[in-house]
């Protein structure tokens, strides 16, 4: 029986994993939705075998069999939420932890810890990954490099090959097979946040990690902050004992939030999507838009920059939100080089194309007709020179 239920699931389509993976044992359990375990440490009478648990698990960073040990190591909550989200990106595991530049931060240490620091890494990423990057803060060094240029940029040391695709904030898509053969045998990382399993399965394409801010469409509702590495086994254990080791780790509340979220992912992210290409198709006809940025996969960010001061329509909008993050079912924007990207130097931060006109806009589930009304109205009068015909920039 448990053998047909395997067969069954390796077949499953995404939206019916995103409903069910993680959930499989309820049913038999007597429950309908997943519970929620809030306890830090477990009781254990034979402390012989306890200890022997421990050591395998210090030892390989395997999960420890029967029942937990301590919330440190492992918590059946956030293992639910790990298992499903490793079914969605096609991986043998997956490890979550307490937001998206902790999963990364315990990467680079894994792979340091091997005495591989060197990281090769294409712009734009993320501003505080780039931060990460070049401050050095956990002993790496970095080499920035386009796409085209990773193999050449490998070094006896390089421990870890780091792309965005699409890329925060200017959505610049990235080859991602291509980039993996070039990888050779180094671990090629792709930051999977704005695509989503729903529009791309990196693992698929030849990546060894894929790293999600759950904070962001996983959750999907602007209330947990979270991050994750999809991965195989043997870097999953890797990355356990750096979390056991450095408390980096994800809060049951936040587990059960996740999985809730994983549920409605597929409906959410094609919504926002639909609202989204609607947007770009006004966006790049209009006047006081200099360029859009849109990938060709789709999804539900949008970048542009604009004719006049991007400021004031940030201070303009009313029905979308103004601030940081992204993925949420409500519309966000954000000024990248003000905010997001901030913290990059000026001059890589225009040579990555984040340009100070350039607004991000996250795409919610509102409907389209209230988010262009708040958009048009936010963009003031219609003066600005008109648009290229370039106006629209796919990828």
Not at 360 to 383: C, M, N
Request: charged share 20%; glycine share 10%; hydrophobic share 45%.
């Amino acid at each position: 029986m448990e053998l047909g239920m395997d067969m069954r699931r390796t077949t499953r389509a995404l939206a019916t994993e995103a409903v069910h993976a993680g959930r499989d044992d309820l049913a038999g359990l007597g429950l309908h939705a997943a519970p929620i375990d809030l306890s830090t440490t477990y009781p254990s009478y034979d402390s012989r075998a306890e200890a022997a648990r421990i050591d395998a698990f210090a030892t390989t960073g395997a999960e420890p069999e029967g029942p937990p040990v301590y919330g440190r190591l492992g918590n059946p909550t956030v293992a639910r939420f790990e298992t499903a989200l490793a079914r969605l990106e096609g991986t043998e595991s997956a490890v979550a932890f307490a937001s998206g530049m902790a999963a990364l931060s315990a990467v680079l240490l894994v792979r340091g810890s091997m005495g591989l620091r060197h990281v090769v890494a294409v712009r734009p990423l993320y501003g505080c990954s780039d931060h990460l990057l070049t401050a050095g803060l956990l002993g790496s060094e970095v080499t920035f490099t386009d796409p085209a240029g990773v193999a050449d940029a490998l070094r006896p040391d390089t421990g870890l090959v780091l792309v965005e695709s699409p890329a925060n904030p200017t959505l610049a898509e990235v080859d991602l097979r291509a980039v993996a053969h070039a990888c050779g045998s180094v671990p090629l990382l792709v930051d999977n946040t704005f695509a989503t399993p729903v529009l791309q399965r990196p693992a698929e394409h030849g990546a060894r990690l894929v790293l999600h801010s759950a904070t962001k469409y996983l959750g999907g509702h602007g209330d947990v902050l979270a991050g994750v590495v999809a991965c195989d086994e043997e870097f999953a254990g890797r990355l356990r004992q750096v979390r056991f080791a450095t408390g980096g780790v994800l809060h049951p509340l936040a587990g059960y939030l996740l999985l809730r979220g994983l549920s409605t992912l597929p409906v959410r992210v094609r919504a926002a999507s639909a609202n989204a290409a609607e947007l770009v198709r006004r966006l790049s006809g209009d006047p006081r838009v200099a360029r859009v940025h849109y990938p060709r996969i789709g999804g539900a960010m949008v970048s542009f920059e604009v004719h006049g001061d991007p400021h004031a329509v940030i201070g303009g909008v009313r029905l979308i939100t103004p601030a940081v993050s992204l993925g949420s079912v409500d519309s966000l924007i954000q000024h990248p080089a003000s905010i997001s990207h901030r913290i990059v130097d000026a001059d890589d931060r225009r040579d990555a194309g984040v340009g100070d006109r350039l607004l991000r806009l996250s795409v919610g589930l509102e409907d389209v007709e209230d988010l262009w009304a708040d958009l048009d109205a936010a963009l003031g009068e219609r003066t600005a020179t008109p648009a290229r015909p370039e106006a629209l920039a796919q990828g």
